[in-house]
């Protein structure tokens, strides 16, 4: 009998109509973000008995606001993750986009939207070549995105100094369309104390986006099949290349758009910002749920990870404590959080 596409999805319907008949307590617990949620209250409850100023609701909108960067980008690495792939170009590429935006429109007299949407093609089109080139050699996706950080980070440096005789881009706060722009990025609304920044709305949207996504549709059960076994998910017709080219885009395009949040919050963009950054992303992701291995994970977990490390980071100062100590904190949670989640998995896999 030919294999056919939908096969992947019958596959997961079946898994998912088995997972039903299991006790509530027990499906709850073969969940991948079910880490991710315990960590998160425990470190609520921490320092809303240790810190004072956690307690102000007045600083709920700080909290979410430090999330919510994070989440942002959190979301499509997961996805990524989920596929079997890795992007260490992330950080860099948010900062990259920024630039785009700024400089384009800077250097050729343009108005601020027009930069924005070069910046746009530029931010996935870097993602498409991440996913052709690692395709293309077959090299794995560290190593391919390895590359383009370096590539990128020269980049940012070398063309915004060229351009500007500096390290950071040219205000364009006084150009066409910031205005506009700016409300579009960089405002934030006013809820009795908490103020609350537009990227809390974009990463909540993007987190229940993606969920449907990877859980209801049938591009999710191809990102979970490519990302298990790509050799079996190509041979019943899973569109192997087009899903993780696609998911490398989406990275891209949540570059883009924290990157142009970057842009409108400061109104110039620091050429050597974003370093660093994808491992924290990439942390979120695994606090979440994802594995390393591919082809397990959660979109709402990694921004669970998002929301751990904003209440952490902010929490720690609250609480007067060293914060010289929050790497350390996070390399903890990594391995910690690696563990539960192969924990979680061989439960969910026996059951």
Sequence with gaps: MTATATEPSRGLAARD???????????????????????????????????EPFR??????????GASTIGIMAVPVALLMIGGEFDLSAGVAVTTSGLSASLLAWNFGLNVWVGILLALVVSVAIGAFNGWLLLKTGLP??????????????????????????????????????GSAQNIFGSEVTLGPVNLKITVLYWAVLTVIAAYVLLRTRVGNWVFAVGGDAAAARAVGV??????????????????????HLLFQFNTVQSGEGVGKEFIFIIAAVIGGCLLTGGYGSVVGASLGALIFGMTQLGINYAGWNPDWFRTFLGVMLLLATLVNMYVKKRADLR
């Design 17 to 51: 109509d088995r997972v039903a008949t299991r006790p509530l307590a027990a499906r709850l617990l073969s969940r991948p973000e079910v880490g991710s949620l315990i960590a998160a209250i425990v470190i609520f409850l921490l320092f809303m008995a240790v810190a």
């Design 141 to 178: 996706s560290f190593l391919v995105t390895l590359g383009t950080f370096f590539i990128l980070q020269g980049v940012n440096l070398g063309v915004t100094r060229l351009l500007t005789g500096n390290v950071a881009s040219a205000d364009i706060s006084d150009m066409d369309g910031f």
């Design 56 to 65: 102000n609701v007045a600083n709920v909108g700080t909290i979410l606001y």
């Design 239 to 260: 569109p192997v290349r087009a899903t993780k080219i696609g998911l490398f885009m989406a990275v891209g395009f949540c570059a883009w758009l924290s990157g142009m």
